[in-house]
């Protein structure tokens, strides 16, 4: 398959799974309100950090060895016992500290805190051990699977009246359980007991390698878990709105982390043949494509973000002027992640962990000072600026090991095709009547338009449409 084809087909499961958890996201907020919401994923937040500082390292020690194909069985041993190890160690903390953890995920959500970590490390191990075993197929598929289910459990439960925080937490940990009884049905791996060199081999691994993968951590959740901070002073309904606004912008990237996560491998394999040549073509398209719908994106949300918002309740709008700030760091972002990727194919992981500490020492300190200057939109405006100085440090140290081409033209391409699109959409808002069906009627609209300006503007573009196409 070629790899145009293989980011599409990866990129319409992610949208699929995406527009579900939107629509799901639009029923929650209709019901509950933003400050069940932001309480729900300030408690997501907590879970998303405890994993990683439990289990990041372990996970990537534990698909490592298990990829090298030698005792699968007992490095799988080893990854459960070590990430049991850590998940007493997180849970002990969290009852220590249960009072305090409490107040500051302003519920009483310790207890469900503890059974969050159980479930979304099991489902961690299983996926680092599927993936050991070079089944990212079956890999990929528990994450659609699971946030599939996660949906249909949290509408079930509000539908049934047990609409709150706990009882949406409640739907996440069975879901999450449910699909790590699966990924262990699919591994068909049985965990034995490992030798004590196996375990140090592990432990080797996973102190060097836990860092890896915080840098998107951070920019995913870091606003979330400063903004909660009680000095700050930001609310409940504060952090819901400010979580649905980054919701959007993160669909709009979808497209993107797909081309990095199909480029990877590809880069790898031309760098250790040593073809720079194939490898700045590939360079080339990754920067020329990946932000296909983030740029209309970004106009659109200037043009209708308002009315989009509306859609999940009147009191979401208010979050307009976060979301758009939230879309440029995202359009930042995609072309940022992009070169780090990058540099980590092209076996310079010692250029990529700068960016990534850079990233996040700038995106911590700025969180924290711009959201006690300015509120919400300080923590948007941090992660937005977060990701621009990384995109400047990741493309400097890029450009000392290979020559980065920038296809300008496509860029251009895709900005005129935006701004027609704009145009076409701000004079088309004027007579549309307010309401859900006119609101999608004018994204719907919008994204025709670009798409038929940009393969009008852009003899690339429709080359890549017609090679792509999933004919023989």
């Not at 704009?422 to 025709?448: C, D, E, Q, S, Y």
Request: with cysteine; hydrophobic share 55%.
């Amino acid at each position: 398959m070629r790899i145009g084809q293989t980011s599409v087909v990866n990129f319409v499961s992610e949208v699929a799974t995406s527009v579900f958890g939107f629509v799901v996201t639009i029923y929650l907020a209709r019901e509950l309100g933003s400050a069940v919401l932001g309480e729900y994923y300030l408690v997501a937040a907590v879970v998303v950090w405890g994993k990683v500082l439990g289990g990041q390292g372990i996970q990537m020690a534990t698909r490592k060895r298990i990829s090298e194909g030698t005792d699968q069985a007992r490095f799988f041993g080893g990854g459960l016992s070590l990430q049991a190890l850590a998940f007493v160690l997180l849970a002990a903390a969290i009852l220590v500290f249960r009072g305090p953890v409490n107040d500051y995920l302003r519920t009483d959500a310790a207890l469900l805190l503890i059974v969050l970590l159980f479930t979304g490390l099991l489902v961690w191990q299983v996926r680092a051990a599927l993936e050991g075993r070079h089944r990212v197929d079956l890999s990929s598929l528990l994450g659609p699977f699971d946030r599939l289910l996660r949906g249909l459990l949290q509408i079930g439960v509000v539908v049934v009246g047990l609409g709150t925080v706990k009882w949406l937490l409640t739907g996440f940990a069975a879901a999450e359980f449910v699909t790590g009884m699966v990924g262990i049905a699919l591994l068909g791996l049985r965990p034995q007991l490992p030798t004590r060199a196996q375990v140090a081999s592990m432990l080797d691994y996973a102190k060097y390698s836990w860092f890896s993968g915080l840098e998107s951590r951070t920019f995913a959740s870091m606003d979330t878990l400063v903004l909660a901070v009680p000095v700050f002073a930001v609310s409940s309904s504060q952090i819901g709105i400010y979580e649905v606004a980054w919701n959007l912008a993160s669909i709009l990237a979808v497209f993107g982390a797909s081309v990095s996560t199909t480029l990877f491998p590809a880069i790898s394999r031309l760098s250790s043949a040593e073809n720079r040549e194939a490898i700045r073509g590939l360079i080339d398209d990754s920067i020329a494509f990946s932000g296909l719908f983030v740029v209309p994106g970004l106009v659109g949300c200037l043009v209708v973000g308002d009315r989009v918002l509306a859609i999940y309740r009147p009191e979401f709008v208010q979050g307009y002027t976060v979301l758009v700030v939230l879309v440029v760091g995202r359009l930042l972002y995609v072309y940022e992640s992009q070169l780090t990727n990058v540099l980590a194919a092209v076996d310079r992981p010692d250029a990529a962990f700068r960016v990534n500490v850079v990233f996040v020492a700038t995106n911590l300190v700025l969180n924290l000072g711009l959201v006690y200057a300015f509120g919400w939109l300080g923590a948007a405006v941090a992660t937005t600026t977060s990701a621009a100085v990384g995109l400047v440090l990741g493309y400097a140290l890029l450009r000392k090991v290979i020559a980065v081409p920038i296809p300008a033209r496509e860029l251009a391409n895709q900005a005129v095709a935006a701004v027609a699109m704009g145009v076409v959409v701000l004079a088309a808002r004027g007579p549309a009547p307010a309401g859900v069906p006119w609101t999608v009627g004018l994204v719907t609209f919008g994204g025709a338009v670009y798409f038929v300006g940009l393969v009008g503007l852009s003899n690339r573009f429709r080359a890549t449409v017609r090679r792509n196409l999933p004919i023989p």
